[in-house]
């Protein structure tokens, strides 16, 4: 196929950005359209990217390729396998949806947009790029309009959580830089082309792979997180504004993964299976750990935070089991925590528009008043806490058979943290929704058809993935088989 | 006809979503839709019965549903006589009960929702009986759960109804916790979450004994959550803040019986392992006693029949524990009819009085002549009086029990005296004497027929749905379900005998306490002050759980937030932080004085020699145009010369 | 007439131009003056093609592209200073002193 698919879908939003910032600043509607449309373009892309992909074969697909740099062999390479046609699908999903949800802003909306779609250029390229150079690039192209937009039209900790935020990710980042010249530098010819990387990757002695896994592992663990570099998570998320978060929850988060299993676990296979255990407890305390703190929370918004915590913590679950089965349900659970807690956040966001509050005691009884707002709500707090027929159910039943025979006592621990998530959840529902009415709240009005329009499809996926997984795995089955393979030979 | 059966529970599930988002602002439609749904889940239910009747052969339907390495599940159907046994009591229990909601929901305004949420639950449970693999059954056994969460919880302006539901919804997890771990090491072990293959691997050895006995006692922690067995029997009792009607569907009949047939269904497992199945026994013959006095001496008429039922399915799960595959589930299908009557006749008693407590009914016999007459029969028959349903079921269980371990059965006696007395406490207290609430007996008057035409129909089944199992039939329920091969035991007349008396001698007792007075309740219950209060309090279950569990997650997470999360991690990256700018501010001293000297000392000499030859630049265009010929000149005077 | 004459008169020309450029206050002066410039040299190609190499038109050409740049010069050139006088009503250049720091 020549149509360079995977360009349009990065380049797009930026030819939006430009669009954005030629209109003038007072035309709000038109700088709001005029986003979405260059959101819903990368959208529309996606599906064909979906209805193209060859599931059949691990090999890269709609891939472009040009030298850039020649001197130092950068080439402009860019292609997509079943581990990142999900998560392009997804990114170009979120971001238009988000977008859609920023009808609402109007505080500097031109700037607004513009760093959104910024967003979006780097997210969609960090999924789509093959060379390390181009990688790293959109990597950190994505952390500037992130800074800026919860430093600007963020909560009241904005500077603290936009510097913390920026802080933590830069040092994780500075860290992959040193492991990506690493690789450069040992291999032979100098490369920076990921395919070749993981070919020449058995070559790479042990001691080295050690170190250099540990250099990738903390950039992408801080983007997970991984505990214990979890903190910066919940202070961003909830100073966010409500889209920042779901970009944040629902695709920054599955950067952090997608690293480990781009580049981690082919490019140092031997490291993978020698950190597959510190891995697994790793993962076995964000879940506990993270649903635990959820218990303590009083705050809606941070007790989505830290569900993430919990959440991500099968993914690497998943990944540290180093089976086609577990990494599956790490993949699955990418992909189902996206749309799960991307709509919790929009939700949430739908809630503390009307009340101004987000302390979970201050409501009660609201079933009685916004029945549609509650009935949304609790179907994703349910996908969330892992009920069969949804996604979540599958994601985390996936990644425990599968790792289940590699870590038994860690999955048996691990599973407690299904428990602890059905606790937090219903005490939520129960203290925000359940009970008698709280009165304060005479006034709160049912959710919009705008507010609506942005869930639903999420929660159509959801109840599709949950239902029948089969096109998804089917999707995925043979790049991950590769990755397996080529770890465990 | 058995391939299409997948039709029967799609019909709830069309009509739930019908309702959720079509007709949930039209009460009536809403529940006629419902109603006619699950009719014709019976009609196909019945159809696959006679079916199965006139070939009894275990059959499988199945299509790949999702396919990894060492994860492959094939959704589908497994369809033998337990499971058509199943799919009648499950529809016939389910349509009653809807029917009787329509009179006792009547003025709810929620009442399209409630029946939405009934055809939600009654679709899970149907997909839960006809499940082939581990991995279906646990997706409908979650959702039975959540739908038992909705229904406990829904008058949620109740602050105990949404504790209840939260409780149940909790507690049964806990409990699924060990199911799902016992799935992963049972599934993982044999390599197939199949039922049947694997039973197969299983019976061919393909699991080590240990492996299969521990993973047999994790999958029963699911049975034991669901069930209400010690030490999870906590939520059913709290369960009752639902509206009746759905404790007698979902917390009597059918929900609370999914782990009961979630062990039968594994009867080939547990068969196979000695010990998981004393352990089932002993828990279930535990359990039966433990409520069983608990029931003795509760005031509210629903929380009576909630310990009963938790009794009672612990009388099932010890016949499964003993072998008793035909034993336990016979006694489940006859338990599901007259517990269901039970219930909801004590509905309608609630309905007419408005209120729950005991103690404040009373001579309701005259008043309401078809509920009275239906709830002794339904008693009558929970206390194994011959000739009706319960007795022959009991009667197969301690036959069982006796057979195979004579302490069980003695139990088994103990709990049926219990039952008897407890049971015939309610009817003596609530029936006959005196009026207690004068004002309330005024105002009670028989529930509307729409309530107790599925009464008298459940009393009829009360009655003779035993009689399928009558030990002498030559084609009874032992001859079409049973596990491996018909096991017939002999009839023990004097088993039979003695049980009767035992059970009438409980009646007699609550007879002489309650109905005759000649022994003094309140003298008794001072004699034995001590233990009336442990019953009453039910054991401090609750208040230990409370103590032992809940409060220390809340403890810990609050530690782990507060001090962990907040003070150590976040101390850290702050005090990091804080020490970056304190380096900070020492290398900017650094720059001022020493770096910044040196580049200051450069600065001023290039600041002096800049203030001298600045003067050249003029800004005047005609300057610069003058020294660039002259320049020029000069150049090629030097070249030239 | 010999070479020497041709290049006498571009020599006088090209001094005057210099003169002028140096001279004049007035920017259009100076643009006039620069023009001066470019036909002292245009001179000087003509006289070297009609001398040197009688033969070839290489110098022609040349002149005629100079005299392309010239036009364009100027024009550029009428520009800047439409937008000087705008600026400093004036177009004086001992007072447009904006270049020195």
Known sequence: MNFPILSYMIFIPFVGIIAVLLLKKEQVQAIRWASALFSFIPLVLSFFLLAHYDSSTSTMQFVEKHNWIPSLGVTYFLGADGLSVPMLF??????????????NINFRVKEYFAFFLLLEVGMMGVFAALDFFLFYIFWEVMLVPMYFLIGIWGGPRKEYAAIKFFLYTLFGSVFMLIGILALYFTSQPHTLDMMQLISQAPLLGRGFQLIVFVAFFLAFAIKVPVFPFHTWLPDAHVEAPTAVSVILAGILL????????????????????????????????????????????KDLKKMVAYSSVSHMGYCILGISALTVTGVSGCVFQMFSHGLITGALFLLVGVLYDRAHTRDIDAFGGLWAKIPVYTGVMTLFCLGSLGLPGLSGFISEFMVFIGSFPVFKVIVALAVLGVVITAAYFLRMIQKMFLGTFNTKWEALTEISGRELFTVVPLAVLMIGVGVYPSPLADMIKATLENIVHLVTG | MLPYSWIIPCFPLLSFALIIF????????????????????FIFSLIVLVSVLGNPVTSEFKFNWLDLPGFKVDAGMLIDPLTSVMLMVVTIVSMLVQIYSV??????????????????????????????????????????????????????????????????????????????????????????????????????????????????????????GKSAQFPLHVWLP????????????????????????????????????????????????????????????????????????????????????????????????????????????????????????????????????????????????????????????????????????PIFAIVGMAVAFMTAFYMFRLCFIAFYGKARDQHKFDHAHESPKVMTVPLVILAFLSIFAGWVGIPWLSKGYSSFVYHHEVHHLEPNFILMIVATLVALSGIYLAYVIYYKKTISAEGLKNKFAPIHKLLYNKYYFDELYNAIIIRPIFKLADFLFKKFDQGVIDWLVNAAGNFTVFLSWFWELFDTYIVDGAVNGVGYVVRGTGAVIRRVQTGQLQNYAFIIFFGIVLIILLKVF | MTLYHFLSLSALLFCIGIFGVLTRRNAIGILMAIELLFNAVNINFVAFARFINPQGLTGQIFTIFVITVAAAEAAVGLALIILIYRQHKGVEVDKINIMKW
């Open chain 2, 238 to 405: 709290d369960a009752m803040e639902g509206p009746t009607p759905v404790s007698a569907l979902i917390h009597a009949a059918t929900m609370v019986a999914a782990g009961v047939y979630l062990v039968a269904r594994l009867m080939s497992i547990y068969a196979l392992s000695v010990p998981a199945s004393l352990v089932v026994a002993i828990i279930g013959a535990f359990t039966a006693f433990l409520a069983a006095s608990i029931a003795l001496v509760q005031n509210d008429i629903k929380r009576v029949l909630a310990y009963s039922t938790i009794s009672q399915l612990g009388y099932m799960i010890m016949a499964l524990g003993l072998g008793g595959y035909t034993a336990g589930t016979f006694h489940l299908m006859t338990h599901a009819s007259f517990k269901a009557l039970l219930f909801l006749g004590a509905g309608s008693v609630i309905h007419a009085m408005h209120t729950n407590d005991i103690w404040e009914m009373g001579g309701l016999y005259v008043k309401m002549r078809t509920t009275a007459i239906t709830f002794i029969l339904g008693s009558l028959s929970l206390a194994g009086i011959f000739p009706l349903s319960g007795f022959w079921s009991k009667d197969e269980i301690l036959l069982l029990a006796w057979n195979k371990n």
């Open chain 1, 90 to 103: 997804l990114t170009a999903l979120l971001s238009f949806l988000s977008v859609i949800a920023s009808f």
């Open chain 2, 22 to 41: 079509f007709t949930i602002k039209k009460p009536k439609l809403s529940s006629q839709i419902s109603i006619g749904a699950v009719a014709l889940s």
């Open chain 1, 254 to 297: 599955k950067m952090g993964t997608y690293g480990l299993l781009r580049v981690s676990l082919p490019m140092f296979p031997k490291a993978a299976l020698y950190y597959a255990l510190p891995l697994a407890l790793l993962a076995l305390i964000n879940i506990v750990y993270g649903a635990l703190v959820c218990m303590a929370q």
């Open chain 2, 103 to 224: 009179g006792y929901m009547a003025d709810d305004p929620r009442f399209a929702r409630y029946f939405s949420f009934l055809s939600l639950f009654t679709f899970s449970m149907l997909g839960l009986v006809l499940s082939n693999s581990f991995f279906e059954i646990f997706i409908f056994w979650e959702l039975v759960g959540l739908t038992s969460y909705l229904l406990i919880g829904f008058w949620f302006e109740k602050k105990t109804a949404s504790d209840a539901g939260k409780k149940a919804f909790i507690t049964t997890r806990t409990g699924d916790l060990a199911f799902l771990v016992g799935i992963f090491l049972l599934t993982t072990t044999v390599g197939t979450v199949n039922f049947q293959e694997a039973f197969h691997q299983v019976e061919s050895g393909a699991i080590s004994s240990g492996l299969l006995t521990l993973s047999a006692i994790l999958i029963f922690g699911g049975a034991v």
